[in-house]
């Protein structure tokens, strides 16, 4: 019947064919994402489109159909390219991790707690004897009182910092897994059937060779229904291969989001004593190479589930096919695991050195790059160039050991399927004279030891990353587990009844030495501008860090009504354009943007430069003198119209004239910022008289506060302030780099 309809069978085949087709494609789009209630934000004007991409559209990935063309026409740009999807957005990702995160370390944090000393007590009982022993210090306390510390501290109420117990730390692996599970859960299931279309090739091959090797007449088409399964099996092998692999990417994409938002989100949050132990560099580095090794076996992870049950599949298959032969290969593979195992233990401890030399450089650039004119004031260019590629090479040096450990690996388990191959034919032709290698035989087992290749590669590939992302995770785990500011150092309340209300505070910098500042007492008044002066190391910067909750706490209390803008003694800039810089996020308002320009003495300024506000400043724009670079932070604190303005002595970078004209169109009674809170740090006595208010400090205490008058009369620290001023050569802030300068 098949050879006298065969026309009629073609065309009832082609016919359910287009029927099918016609149905996958008659499926409505999936806008789940957008109608579902997601969180979703809208980046541009370009939806991605495989948000409404119908269920056959996903499945073969039409929807990117479009770019590929682009792509062959043209180069792809950025105007090219979709916003992105809503399950990829960082707002969405980094808020799933968080929220895993935190309930990752109040787990640990009770885990710890099951014992006497834990994290957060083993703080809190430091902070505890510092400051008693502070208390004791500073007050006066008798010597009975210090016998009361030590003993505390022996029965147990206090714990001396030098007597903290090892414990448990947070790690991110666990947050990690319960973001992933999912996307890791459905490429395995695609892969799993990828994997048993794949074993099903063989098969079909063994089954295709026998039907030519003896051929019949009546069931010929057996062998062409094979030969269309062999071509449905990998094209379905290939299909499901193709989503489980974009799912991992998803997976590994998603981690590195969450994992670089944290660090991103840590780095400006670590409390200043943890800082200590990060650099910029290490910092860096945790993003661009501990997150990118884990985004890299993210992706190959699919292969760490999958790669045992490709192995069984390919003995069980041998086994019914060559029998107890197989054996002779699977004992070759297990012999090679050790040697690879050691091989994995050397690229680890390679690895951690390669890790802390590449640290120490990027360090040591950074140190040389802030440095610069330093170095070439005293010609010690040679001699920091040379501590630099004494570290360079040493860290080639690890890197070659590791790619020499790494080819060494990928070479045996190259070698591998063949060896395996080799030692189990052998066996199977000498363990008995009757077993033949039929081609039957012969090609189904070579197939299935080609496709071992795959799996017994990767068990190579895996074993490295796994060791490369144990340091990883370790290195991350430290740094976020780091301490953060405490977020009740400073109460933000719009409803508090002065701008700045201080109340007995002190404050530390590193909780292991004595506080910094001490017994303060400081209110500031809505719209009231308030002077902070004293000797050099005083604690004025400190002041208006512990306004900002930069510093730790040790006892009081502080309050700040509303928002705060901050002018630093040294000017940040970003790499963008003046008017970006300006503006810093916040809606442009030509009217406001104009007053501010003028006001802060920049008008002059953007008329030299040849694209005016939308010239580009920074790293990669032009070089700004010391003061215009002064003016442009000053001027992005006012336009940001917050209800507390901080300066920590910014009129020291600008000339004598144009601070005076800063001072009376901003900071001044008569300023732009009339009727701010002002708290403003100077060394420049000749605008204390125009403030309502001087606060004096000496020695990390406030020494007398008061108005230009008051303290005048006083003749007490403010006297003695005025007068060593006053009989320098030349005041601090009339002669510093002028603002007037001609970009460079």
């Known amino acids: 019947d098949y050879l006298r309809y065969q026309t009629e069978f073609g065309i009832h085949v082609t016919t359910v064919f287009v029927n099918f087709l016609c149905f996958l494609l008659s499926f409505p789009s999936d806008n789940s994402w957008v109608t579902g209630g997601a969180r979703y934000e809208v980046l541009g004007t370009k939806q991605c489109p495989e948000v409404f991409a119908s269920y056959p559209s996903k499945l073969f990935f039409f929807w990117l159909t479009r770019l590929i063309i682009t792509g062959f026409k043209r180069e792809i740009g950025v105007d090219d390219l979709w916003d992105l999807h809503p399950r990829d957005q960082g707002c969405r990702v980094n808020s799933i991790f968080e929220k895993y995160w935190d309930r990752e370390k109040r787990n640990v944090d009770k885990f710890n707690s099951v014992g006497f000393y834990t994290r957060s007590n083993s703080r809190h009982a430091r902070s505890a004897w510092e400051r008693r022993k502070d208390s004791a210090y500073y007050d006066g306390v008798h010597e009975r009182s210090s016998l009361l510390i030590a003993e505390d501290i022996k029965i147990g109420v206090c714990e001396s910092p030098g007597s903290e117990k090892q414990e448990s730390i947070a790690s991110v692996m666990m947050p990690l897994i319960k973001l992933s599970w999912r996307n890791a859960l459905t490429s395995f299931v695609q892969k799993f059937f990828s994997d048993v279309f794949i074993f099903m090739g063989p098969l079909i091959l063994g089954a295709l060779i026998e039907k030519l090797q003896y051929p019949d007449k009546e069931k010929e088409w057996q062998a062409y229904v094979l030969s269309l399964g062999l071509m449905v099996t990998g094209l379905l092998r290939s299909m499901l291969f193709t989503h489980s692999m974009n799912r991992s990417a998803i997976m590994a994409m998603h981690m590195k989001t969450a994992l670089v938002g944290a660090i991103y989100k840590k780095a400006l949050t670590i409390s200043s004593y943890a800082k200590r132990g990060s650099t910029v560099g290490e910092i860096v580095n945790l993003m661009s190479v501990d997150c990118q090794r884990l985004q890299e076996i993210g992706t190959l992870f699919i292969f760490l589930l999958s790669t045992p049950v490709q192995c069984i599949f390919a003995v069980i298959l041998l086994y019914n096919s060559i029998g107890i032969s197989v054996l002779t290969g699977l004992a070759l593979m297990l012999l090679l695991v050790p040697f690879n195992a050691w091989i994995a233990n050397q690229q680890k401890r390679f690895q951690e050195e390669n890790l802390m030399y590449k640290d120490s450089r990027i360090k040591m650039v950074n140190e040389i790059l802030n440095g610069m004119k330093v170095l070439k004031l005293y010609a010690w260019e040679d001699e920091f160039k040379r501590k630099v590629e004494v570290i360079r090479e040493a860290e080639v040096k690890q890197l070659r050991l590791i790619a020499l450990l790494y080819i060494l690996a990928g070479v045996l388990w190259g070698m591998a399927p063949f060896l395996v191959g080799l030692f189990t034919f052998a066996t199977y032709l000498l363990s008995d004279r009757t077993n033949v290698l039929d081609p039957q035989k012969a090609f189904v087992c070579l197939a299935l030891f080609n496709l071992l290749k795959v799996p017994l590669y990767y068990i190579s590939t895996l074993l490295t990353y796994t060791v490369q992302i144990n340091v990883s995770i370790q290195r991350l785990d430290n740094f976020l587990t780091k301490e953060d500011l405490d977020p009740t150092n400073t109460v933000w309340d719009v409803n508090a009844e002065h701008g700045v209300c201080i109340t007995n505070g002190t404050f530390t910098w590193d909780p292991e030495l004595k506080p910094t ?50 002018v630093s003694q040294q000017a940040w800039i970003q790499n963008a354009t003046v008017r970006d810089n300006i503006l810093f996020g916040k809606p442009f308002n030509r009217r406001r943007y104009a007053q501010v320009i003028k006001a802060c003495e920049l008008e002059r300024d953007l008329t030299i430069l040849e694209a005016g506000d939308q010239t580009e400043i920074g790293e990669k724009g032009i070089n700004l003198s010391g003061g215009q670079k002064q003016r442009v932070s000053l001027a992005r604190a006012v336009y940001s119209d917050a209800d507390v303005f901080l300066f920590d002595d910014p009129l020291s970078a600008v000339d004598a004239h144009v601070g005076k004209a800063i001072f009376k169109n901003v900071v001044g009674r008569n300023g732009i910022l009339a009727k701010k809170t002002r708290v403003f740090v100077t060394h420049g006595v000749h605008w204390l008289p125009q403030v309502d208010d001087i606060v004096v400090l000496y020695n990390g205490a406030i020494s007398e506060h008061g108005s230009y008058s008051e303290l005048l009369s006083h003749n007490g620290s403010f006297a003695q302030f005025l007068q060593v001023y006053l009989t320098m050569p030349s005041h601090v802030g009339d002669e510093d780099s002028s603002s007037e300068d001609d970009p460079e």
């Open 517 to 566: 500042l001490r017994n303060i007492n400081l209110t500031v008044a809505v719209g009231q501008l308030t002077a902070i002066v004293g000797p050099v190391g005083s604690g004025k910067s400190s002041m208006i860090a512990a306004i900002l909750g930069d510093m730790e706490k040790v006892q009081g209390q502080v309050i700040v009504k509303g928002t705060v803008a901050y």
